[in-house]
């Protein structure tokens, strides 16, 4: 198998070399046409037990919960909570694959906390506290350079949720990382000298632990940024090894997603008031990515993230009620309800 250093064209060499320290293979695929057409048949083939194991069938998971009942979760349903956790500053093409390259574009950072009867779970922290302080110094200057944080002191993952939910870390029953990248892993230091377990894939683990020898080794700092683990045997970390039903009741299920990283996965939330969210994380940045078939401009690997694209698209397919929810999306965000309010359609 081939393999090769992936880079998007036209977008600083130096900064996007930083990023990138695992490989990305097959190489690229040159027509987007054939992505949106032969990828989206094959989507449909590939998905189908995967959409079953996670929602059973539509009809039956919203009949359980009329659109009408109040907003509370109850056992097999949860609410989501939505975060922003500041913006960075970086470049379309770094979103949308050779899509309106140079334009700049302002994604925002976003986590989630849902709420599971009397339960917490975290999907994703946001960025590390430090990187409102110094992010140069925090993640370096090429990172910056590529992606600049605007971040304030009150948006860290553990003052927002204090702030909005009055829950504090340590009262968390879990925390579901889509990936370890700077920022949906910044803030895991926030679970330090709690029991809190930390959910990652298996493979995001090994990548991180490789990751990180690999900063002691050479010195360069890559989107798995060595602050953010380096009290990584402080904290309760849980690996799964794909489809994981976290509270037994198909009620929250995160299911792997690979393509942006190795060990990559996703979170779907069947919620109170009837209708079943997918929290993309890094799988998807962009609604534009899914319904235009553009590969993310960064990724370990193109194929498989496209993949994930044209998965998500047949569920959303599945029923009206099925919200695909974008983790950079500027457009998206602008217009949707953040915590302490629910997240809603």
Request: charged share 20%.
């Amino acid at each position: 198998m081939n393999r090769k250093t992936l880079e998007p064209q036209e977008s600083g060499n130096d900064a996007i070399e930083a990023l990138i320290s695992h490989d990305a293979s097959h190489g690229e695929f040159d027509r987007r046409d054939f992505l949106r057409h032969m990828g989206k048949g094959l989507a449909v083939v590939a998905s189908v037990p995967l959409l079953e194991t996670m929602m059973g069938k539509a009809s039956a998971a919203f009949a359980e919960a009329p659109a009408t009942q109040p907003r509370v979760s109850k056992s097999g349903l949860a609410d989501v909570y939505a975060f922003k956790c500041g913006i960075l500053e970086t470049q379309t093409q770094l979103m949308l694959k050779d899509t309106r390259v140079g334009t700049r574009m302002d994604i925002p950072v976003t986590f989630f906390m849902i709420r599971h009867g009397k339960d917490w779970v975290a999907f994703d922290t946001g960025n590390n506290a430090m990187v409102a302080k110094d992010p140069i110094k925090y993640w370096s200057a090429p990172i910056c350079k590529a992606y600049n944080p605007v971040m304030k002191d009150f948006e860290e993952f553990k003052v927002q949720i204090d702030r909005a939910l009055g829950i504090r870390p340590k009262d968390l029953k879990a925390v579901v990382l889509s990936h370890g990248h700077l920022d949906h892993s910044g803030a895991i230091d926030n679970f330090v000298g709690t029991n809190v377990p930390l959910y990652f894939q298996k493979k995001e683990i090994q990548v991180i632990k490789d990751e990180m020898a690999k900063h002691k080794a050479t010195g360069v700092t890559t989107a798995y940024i060595p602050g953010d683990f380096a009290k990584m045997n402080k904290l309760n970390i849980k690996g799964v090894d794909g489809v994981y039903d976290l509270f037994g009741d198909k009620s929250v299920v995160l299911f792997p997603t690979p393509g942006h990283t190795p060990g990559h996965q996703s979170m779907m939330v069947k919620q109170s008031n009837g209708t079943v969210a997918i929290l993309c994380a890094d799988a998807e940045y962009t609604l534009e990515n899914m319904n235009e078939a553009i590969p993310p401009g960064l990724a370990w690997d193109i194929p498989q993230s496209t993949q994930a694209l044209y998965i998500f698209k047949v569920m959303q397919w599945m029923n009206s009620n099925v919200s695909i929810v974008p983790s950079h999306d500027p457009k998206y965000w602008s217009n949707k309800p953040l915590a302490p309010k629910l997240y809603e359609l």
